[in-house]
């Protein structure tokens, strides 16, 4: 049988163990993370920004708020286009079904998150120019 002092430094010798992989197998991951960081900001400085923006674009898919609808269901009226509106009476309480002044009787509005475009990376949606102008025309900035 083991003395208690025996089984104390066994014990220590094991929970230090344990510090010296967990300490090690941290600083492998983080060695690792840092090379798969760089390799891909060597990889972001040779594509262009079109290319950047188009497989960012893969990467994010569709909208997540409307699946890639490009609307969403009114919050008011739930989708049905009416609300019910109470009269001017307060004797007679009596509900009367009008049309839903958010989205105009419709149900549904276009999408806050993709401004409707169904797309998942909206970023600089707005600066990027997806229409030709005309002949003779030019577009402003």
């Keep these: 049988t083991k003395t208690k002092p025996e ?3 066994l014990t220590q010798v094991s929970t230090r163990r344990n510090f010296l ?3 090690l197998a941290l600083v492998v ?3 690792v993370s840092m090379f798969a960081t760089s ?3 060597a990889n972001a400085a040779t594509e262009s920004k079109e290319e950047k923006i188009q497989r960012l674009e ?5 909208c997540k708020n409307c699946n890639g609808k ?3 269901a009114c919050e008011l009226c739930s989708g049905t286009g009416f609300w019910r509106a109470t009269g001017n009476n307060d004797k007679n309480l009596k509900y009367k079904g009008v049309v839903c002044p958010t989205c105009e009787g419709a149900g549904t509005l276009r999408c806050p998150v993709c401004l409707g475009t169904g797309e998942g990376y909206v970023r600089g949606l707005l600066r ?3 229409i030709e102008p005309g002949p003779g ?4 900035s």
């Design 7 to 9: 089984t104390q430094q």
């Design 39 to 41: 390799s891909n900001i």
């Design 29 to 31: 991951g983080l060695f």
């Design 58 to 62: 893969q990467e994010a898919g569709v």
């Design 128 to 130: 990027r120019r997806t």
């Design 21 to 23: 992989s967990q300490a």
């Design 137 to 140: 025309r030019t577009l402003q």
């Design 70 to 72: 490009g609307v969403v």
